[in-house]
């Protein structure tokens, strides 16, 4: 404990100095004896005690545990939005019917037509009905898009993920570059620029970002379309590619904004740590001891950022995609909750509430792989 | 520490002064931090000037934001309407001021309600423990494993677009945020000694509760109302936008953004739009440098 403390007294000071005399400074403080030495005895004690035999068998088993709340977690969602639905006054038929077409038929027709779709059992045995058949993979039959709705699912989660995934992709390569920069260039104008552009991107909503690419770069510059996923007669992926740029940056923007943060707190805290100032005394050269050492460590946190973020982007994906006219989930949800379709926004939930849980288990595990001193709770 | 003090000091009916100077000098330390952050003042002036442009509409703008002036349909900005007319010829000037109203209206009134269902859920769950916590964090977790923006799709759908019905959605949607944050404040703070003390002098738990836990949660509390706010008006423009917000005759700075998708608005008439879209950006940055500010008022420990 009094020899972390002159150590901190003795490398503190000198954590922004040049190099030079850091280095000069940390070769000082390790030659003064007061400072613990490592043996390789001492040494293996230390990494005994961090992983003890039995830590397999442990992550296994809270595995198991999260997984279980995981489906616990879905039932409980599932459950929740079908009672909300059920509840509410109106249900699919008035959607179906308009109310001339209703006045029209006699009341044992719209009786008939309610049992035809199954409206007339009472919510908990609709329930039952609707669960089991989820359970075996049947979602039920779309009325608002008038097909089955898993095959309704299949291309709209497809065109989803597809901007999903080159979003995250796009979003974290910005995000974690420019934290970096930042964090290397502390307390420089350049560390300032990067630094508040995402503040002010967190105050612009998607809609209004996008709809500024599409004045500027669809209108003005005239370099890319403003909405769609295919130019007519034409389905290749380059016209796939290039219908993609502008919805992917206004969702990979908001991501990097945030992860800017993140990532330059954690770079510098990293930085600023023993083993880096120890790493760079022992001579390392400033380049390797950014990239090989302190690159992995603040990489670490980040990942449960990435994780926190989904639901996010899945939301701004929401929104993003009808400026865009982007034939995704987004786009059959709000065209789902308006025609009252239960089947198809049921369908929707279990997809969207599914992938947010098994992500949020992925991070986890991939975080305790990442830091062994994390214990999966 | 300080706090613990002030809470302890507080307790001993005979000693309110000394409790009051501490509480005193424990504030003037927050107003401190959060004036030395000079976005927050900014914020907290924009944010002002915003608020005052809400209450004082009507007489900003007499003729209302529901008056059509069939002389002057997509009119640009001047010749009797400061910043021209809408597409059906209603005063922009108008209908952004009162549409400072809705989104002021729905930010506070969303986060009022979601705070009141988070905090209960919050304490019960965190002071009750055992299967009262298992089961309200599962219902909690069950929220959050969907985007809120999705819920309140589903929601709105359900009961139908109005002012009252979005504020409540976005209540219903956001809750599980502050109903985190309370549990697990009330964890930390049922292991300190001031609770112990003064459940060994024989205080009830509501008094606990209501005198020595809930006090110490209105510092993070206010941190997340401030940004639930902020997250409460981005959220309204956003369902605005889709045409899932407020109705029509209520104005909406996102309904008016919405008109932009209109290529001929947003190609040659961009004085319908525009004003709407900066008052969002305006109105969320200076609530979220607000919360920046309040968060290292309340944290000291927080850099940055």
Redesign the interface.
Known sequence: MIAIRAWELLAGPSLRRSSSSFIRQGRDALSASSLPVATTESFYKIKLELYPSSRGFELLSTLVRRIG?SI???L??LT??FV??AL?PGDELDTLLTPEAAAQLSPEDIAEKRAELGLDKPVPVRYAIWMSKTLSGDLGYSTSEDANVSEVLKTYVGNTAILIFAALFLGVILGVLFGILAALKENTWIDYVVGSIP??I???????LS?GF??FIS?KLNALPAGGMHSLDDDSFLDLLKHMILPVSVLALVLAAQLVRYTR?SMLEVLNSEFIIAAKSKGISSRRVTFNHAFKAALVPIISVIGLHL??I??GA??TE??FRWEGMGTL??R???G?DVPM?MG??VV??IT??IT?LITDIAYTIADPRVRLG | MQIRECALAKNKKNSVTAGEVVYKTNFQEALERFKSYRLALVGSFVFSLIFLMAIFANVLAPQGPEYIDFEAVRQPPGNGHLLGTDNVGRDVWARVAFGARTSLTVGVGAVVVALAIGVTVGLLSGFMGKWVDTILM??T??????????LI???????GPSLLNVILVIALATWPTSARVVRGQVLTLREQEFITAARVVGVRTPKILTSHIFPNLLGPLSVVATFGV?GAI?TE??LS??G?GVRPPISSW?QM?NL??ESQI??AEQWI?LPS?IM??LT??SV?FIGDGLRKAVDPKSV?
């Open positions: 709340s616990v977690v879905i409980v969602t929740l939005i909300g639905l509410a503040i002010f967190a105050g612009v909503p998607g809609f209004i709809l599409i004045y209108v707190a639901p996010e899945i939301a929401v929104i009808t400026v949800a709000v789902a909750a308006g009252r926004v929707i939930v969207v509430a947010v849980v949020n | 599962r219902i977790d069950a929220f959050m494993s969907v985007p809120a923006l999705i799709i589903i929601f709105i759908a359900i009961v902020a981005l423009a956003g936008f889709l899932l996102g953004v932009a998708q947003l190609l739009f879209g969002i950006v969320v940055l979220n940055r």
